[in-house]
């Protein structure tokens, strides 16, 4: 199992699909999540979406 760090910018959706992928990849502990807003609304966006302990998330996914 790799752990992992992901950085990432709110502008770009290759970005969020990434950390999808990872977040759901079976080989990959994501330790955390370093986010660098865009514009306003991309910040508005961000702090609409909290993420809980990946740890958590259900094994079926």
Not at 8 to 14: A, E, K, N, Q, V
Not at 27 to 45: K, Y
């Amino acid at each position: 199992m790799r752990r992992m760090r992901f950085e990432m910018g709110t502008s770009d959706p290759d970005d969020v699909m990434t950390l999808l992928w990872l977040a759901d990849h079976p080989d990959v502990e994501l330790l955390g999540v370093l986010v660098t807003p865009g514009s306003q609304t991309a910040r508005g966006n961000q702090n609409r979406t909290r993420w809980t302990s990946i740890s958590s998330r259900p094994s079926s996914l």
